[in-house]
């Protein structure tokens, strides 16, 4: 079975500073996976997805994240946090099931807080 | 336009009562999903439909039922809410891919809050 765990539930940097936000996979078959942004009282927005096109994606906001088979992570990144960026952070994978459906899993999610 | 559109955006009710949540995409996509997120922000998938017919259901309550009449649409009716019925839910879209490399796009949320 798929899953993805994300490693702290709440993360604070200053403004300015580099963003780290962890998340591991646990899939027998290449995952797909995807990371998701939600501000308060608002639903989830994509901010990049990994298909296996490539390691290193881009995604908006200046978020990007790396895929690394070796470590099962998958980690999101940005160099320097805009206070804009305070919001929680869903780490997905996608889970195909019988009849070639499938759904994103989430990880319990990372709080993320910039202060000035 | 707005893409995955969710009504009500809040909905306030007493314990017994039944409600509906309405769901309307107009992305073209032909799978529609609800999730429940808890007050932890644990997101949870209930049920999905692909052109109008059930293809998850994740052990929720039968007093939970979803209805899809059309691809674009895809209802939410719970019948004698209970406290812990309390949480956000999220209705999202996709579209089909066998490979599951598509993301789904969600609706701003119905926060129900069952007193």
């Known amino acids: 079975a798929q899953s993805v765990t994300q490693l702290g539930s709440h993360v604070s940097v200053s403004e300015g500073a580099l963003v780290l936000l962890r998340c591991n996979y646990s899939?027998?078959?290449?995952?797909?996976l995807f990371w998701y942004v939600q501000y308060p009282n608002q639903g989830l927005q994509l901010l990049l997805k990994?298909?296996?096109?490539?390691?290193l994606v881009k995604g908006i906001n200046g978020f990007e994240a790396e895929f690394k088979k070796s470590e099962t992570s998958f980690h999101l990144t940005k160099p320097s946090a805009h206070m804009s960026d305070a919001a929680e952070y869903f780490c997905?994978?996608?889970?195909?099931?019988?009849?070639?459906?499938?759904?994103?899993?989430f990880g319990a999610g990372t709080r993320l807080a910039v202060h000035p | 336009d707005t893409a995955v559109s969710q009504t009500p955006k809040y909905l306030v009710t007493q314990m017994g009562n039944d409600k509906s949540i309405k769901c309307e995409q107009n992305?073209?996509?032909?799978?529609m999903y609800w999730y429940k997120q808890d007050s932890k922000k644990f997101l949870k998938i209930m049920f999905s439909?692909?052109?109008?017919?059930?293809?998850i259901n994740e052990t929720v309550p039968n007093r939970f039922s979803p209805k899809s009449p059309d691809k674009a649409h895809l209802n939410l009716h719970i019948n004698s809410l209970e406290l812990g019925d309390s949480a956000v839910y999220f209705c999202?879209?996709?579209?089909?891919?066998?490979?599951?490399?598509?993301?789904?796009?969600f609706g701003q949320g119905t926060r129900l809050t069952v007193v």
């Open positions: 990994y298909t296996s096109a490539a390691t």
């Open positions: 439909y692909n052109n109008k017919e059930l293809i």
């Open positions: 899939s027998s078959v290449p995952p797909y």
């Open positions: 997905a994978v996608s889970a195909t099931f019988s009849g070639g459906y499938n759904k994103l899993i």
């Open positions: 999202a879209s996709s579209r089909y891919r066998v490979r599951g490399e598509t993301e789904a796009f």
């Open positions: 992305l073209g996509h032909d799978t």
